[in-house]
């Protein structure tokens, strides 16, 4: 276990790398410039701006200079919110998507693992077919339509909740109903396929042989083993969702790390683009390892080699 665990991370260690050594020469080989949207900037001030920022150097030495900072974390400084970092605007942005990405990702876990599961044990019974067109929905309609729907109809036709910011709880309802629809829709979905296959083991059938009431069957001996897909889901689910849905913060204007990753595109502001992407990756890459080990956890039988 010990030896698996070292090698995780050493092998997350140099996807980590190859991440960033992937974002910073794509950042660098597309056309244009940061500044090149500056108002009536001249040659010199442009070369000026260039020099500050380290980016008149060669691109090797630029590149050998950035992983050297983004070892001690430091990604370096805005190219266009003059004065600040890539990391306080990260350490200030990300809490905000964090909570909402948090609460999303506890909403799908608890409606999605019960309702997958009871579409399983009730198989070609009507509150299966509800679950399964609940879920379908989910999967098929985007997010933005999601937003768009809540927004009209609860938001402005009905005025039951904001639509803008997150200054109460009322805040959070809207955004966290469209960042978790699909994650419950599809955590539902591999519930309800996976507990389908348990369901149909030998020892499901003893267990019912025995005589034990549906629900001790369904959620004190099947959920075990149902869950893995689940669990391999929900590590860059949770990952994802946590660092900021674009399109959930942008309709809503929330201001959180997904909105300033916009901004850093439409801007061309390399720094934060590769600052935002290594720790999206980072996270992500986290999350898989995190995600192995408790594979052992949750089934014992599992040899992690």
């Given amino acids: 276990m010990f030896k698996y665990i070292v090698k995780r991370i050493l092998l997350a260690v140099v996807t980590i790398w190859a991440v960033a ?3 910073f020469f794509l950042m660098n080989l597309v ?67 964090a909570r909402v990405g948090g609460i999303s990702v506890l909403v799908a876990l608890i409606l999605g693992i019960p309702l997958g599961s009871i579409a399983a044990l009730k198989r070609g019974k009507p509150a299966d077919s509800i679950i399964s ?36 709880a009322k805040h959070y309802v809207m955004p966290v109903i469209a960042l978790s629809f699909y994650p419950t829709a599809y955590i539902m979905r591999l519930m309800r396929s996976s507990m389908l296959d348990v369901l149909g083991q030998d020892y ?4 019912r042989a025995k005589g034990l009431a549906g629900g001790k069957i369904l959620f004190k001996h099947a959920l075990r083993n149902a869950i893995l897909p689940v669990v391999t889901y929900v590590g860059p689910m949770l990952a994802y969702t946590i660092t900021g849905s674009f399109v959930v913060e942008k309709i809503f204007v929330i201001p959180g790390l997904g909105g300033e990753f916009i901004k850093a595109i439409n801007g061309r502001d390399y720094t934060l683009i590769m600052g935002t992407t290594i720790f999206l990756a980072t996270l992500v890459i986290v999350m898989n390892v995190v995600v192995d080990i408790v594979y052992k956890l949750v089934d014992p039988r599992i040899k992690l080699k």
């Avoid at 309609?141 to 909740?161: A, Q």
């Fill in 21 to 23: 050594t992937l974002t």
């Fill in 31 to 97: 056309p244009g410039g940061p500044f090149l949207s500056e108002k009536a900037i001249s040659p010199q001030a442009q070369a000026a701006l260039e020099a500050k920022y380290g980016l008149d150097k060669p691109m090797s030495q630029r590149y050998v200079n950035y992983m050297m900072g983004a070892l001690h974390g430091d990604f370096g400084d805005s190219l266009k919110q003059r004065g600040r970092t890539v990391m306080s605007i990260i350490s200030m942005k990300f809490p905000v998507s």
């Fill in 133 to 168: 067109v609940i879920a379908t929905c989910g999967i098929a309609v985007p997010s933005f339509v999601i937003c768009t729907v809540l927004m009209y109809f609860v938001g402005v036709k009905l005025g039951l909740l904001p639509t803008m910011g997150l200054e109460s």
């Fill in 204 to 207: 499901m059938r003893t267990a």
